[in-house]
């Protein structure tokens, strides 16, 4: 797992702009399922048939995009200010280094006046070294996108750290989990989905959604934790197992779902421990209640320093959400 996330990490995706990491997925997916599209709004959505016809359908869902900056104005001199997409902290993003969609390398930084305590993006620009405006739009134009620079790096045991993390971790369980399905056998149909514009307000999970019209949904992405010095209290913890989502400010998910992963949890000795979140959201609401709706849960890979340069996981967590959705699909 850790060699296609170090590769899915190095292809920088802002929402909105997932052409190249979709390209990459796709190259992975394809060879594993009966049939792969990408829809109208972006998303990839690749169809492994069940063996029996008039099965339920399953859809697995990962958001494929991250969180970055959007170039609205160059000065003069040659700096570069921007707008935020999506839930970005100013002062995590403080003199980072940042890369362009186009691959053009610079800094964030806030006005030499501003303080920490004053930290707005609207007080923030990106220097890429540009002597004059004229330089700088030889290599970047308005409406570019920049994310912090993404980075992989191996820490304690199977702990890693580095981003995009939110969610090309999540990406990798599901081509994990795709992989099994080709090797084993599965009564239901099963689409899965690495989604658009999550970042942004959950909204290629709906399109998606709504087009495959799924009886159950399985969402996979990080969440917070409670395991690191004066964290607000929450029951999540690095390296604790899968974590089986009951609640965010977004989703209450479905009973059914919630109990049946812990029951497959317990009685396939597969690390887990409940989330309730409550702060923030995942696709796992725009499938609930898209069409008719559908019976969803999620499972989350319990991650310090969310939107952050240097998101925390462990791979044990991620393997953990990977066994618990097989069993969870075989189970139907």
Same mark, same amino acid.
């Given at each position: ?5 170090? /590769? #899915?990490?190095?292809?920088? &995706? ?81 003199? &980072?280094?940042?890369? *362009? @969609? ?32 004229? @330089? ?14 993404? *980075? ?12 995009? #993390? ?58 917070? /934790? ?22 965010? /400010? &977004? ?14 949890? @317990? ?14 959201? /995942?696709?796992? *609401? ?47």
């Amino acid at each position: 797992m850790f060699t296609i996330l170090r /590769t #899915l990490i190095n292809t920088p &995706s802002v929402s909105g702009r997932e052409e190249k990491i979709r390209e990459l997925i796709k190259k992975y997916i394809t060879p594993l399922c009966d049939e792969v599209y990408t829809d109208a709004l972006g998303n990839l959505i690749a169809h492994k048939k069940g063996s029996l016809e008039n099965a339920p359908k399953v859809m697995l869902c990962a958001h494929m995009d991250e969180i970055g900056f959007l170039v609205t104005f160059i000065e003069d001199d040659g700096f570069i200010r921007i707008a935020p997409v999506g839930g970005i902290s100013p002062a995590a993003a403080a003199f &980072s280094e940042v890369v *362009s @969609e186009n691959g053009i390398a610079g800094v964030i930084v806030p006005d030499d006046t501003t303080k920490p305590a004053d930290y707005k993006l609207d007080k923030f620009y990106i220097d890429i070294g540009a002597k004059n405006k004229k @330089e700088a739009e030889k290599r970047v134009k308005i409406g570019d996108f920049f994310v912090c620079r993404p *980075s992989l790096t191996r820490l304690v045991g199977k702990r890693i750290a580095g981003r995009p #993390l939110d969610d090309r971790i999540g990406c990798a369980v599901l081509i994990d989990v795709a992989e099994y399905f080709t090797k084993n056998s599965h009564s239901c149909d099963l689409y899965y989905v690495f989604s658009v514009q999550e970042e942004v307000g959950c909204r290629g999970a709906k399109t998606a959604a709504f087009g495959i019209s799924a009886d159950f949904g399985l969402v996979f992405d990080v969440t917070g /934790t409670g395991d690191v010095p004066t964290s607000k209290p929450m029951a999540c913890k690095v390296g604790d197992g899968a974590a089986i989502k009951i609640k965010d /400010t &977004s989703v209450i998910c479905h009973k059914d779902v919630v109990d049946k992963l812990i029951e497959l949890a @317990e009685a396939n000795r597969i690390n887990h421990q409940t989330e309730i979140l409550t702060y923030g959201g /995942t696709d796992t *609401s725009a499938i609930q209640m898209t069409g008719s709706g559908a019976k969803v849960g999620a499972l989350s890979i319990p991650s310090r320093y969310i939107h952050s340069g240097v998101e925390l996981c462990d791979l044990s967590d991620a393997e953990a959400c990977a066994k618990l959705a097989e069993k969870f699909i075989e189970s139907i």
